[in-house]
């Protein structure tokens, strides 16, 4: 079983950044592929990024250049810096853990934090 506690959430002006973070339980964090999704009011939950055991990472296009995922394997950590951004980011965002390897769907994902809002005024 793996917890996960996303922090780093708040609000903020368009150009702004943030910093998520997502503390994990358990001592096998380092073989999990990490995601981050997020899910705006009246849409459905989406991709924004992964990261690999070894550090590989994946993004959306619209956090491309944008956003960047790391993990401290150490720390049972992974990060999620967003800078530039925009009022479209505001949305919940939700850390995951999955054991199968990387994927862009949640499906993938075996484990779920319970969400840090961002909010990014206009």
């Known amino acids: 079983q793996v917890t996960l506690v996303e922090s780093g959430g708040g609000l903020v002006q368009a150009g702004g950044s943030l910093r998520l973070s997502c503390a994990a339980s358990g001592r096998t964090f380092s073989t999990y592929v990490m995601g981050w999704f997020r899910q705006a009011p009246g849409k459905e939950r989406e991709f924004v990024a992964a990261?690999?055991?070894?550090?590989?990472?994946y993004y959306r296009d619209s956090a491309k250049g944008r956003f960047t995922i790391a993990r401290d394997n150490a720390k049972n950590t992974v990060y999620l810096q967003m800078n530039s951004l925009k009022p479209e980011d505001t949305a919940v965002y939700y850390c995951a853990a999955g054991v199968r390897g990387y994927s862009t769907v949640g499906t993938g994902y075996d484990y779920w934090g319970q969400g840090t809002q961002v909010t990014v005024s206009s």
């Open positions: 990261i690999s055991w070894n550090g590989g990472s």
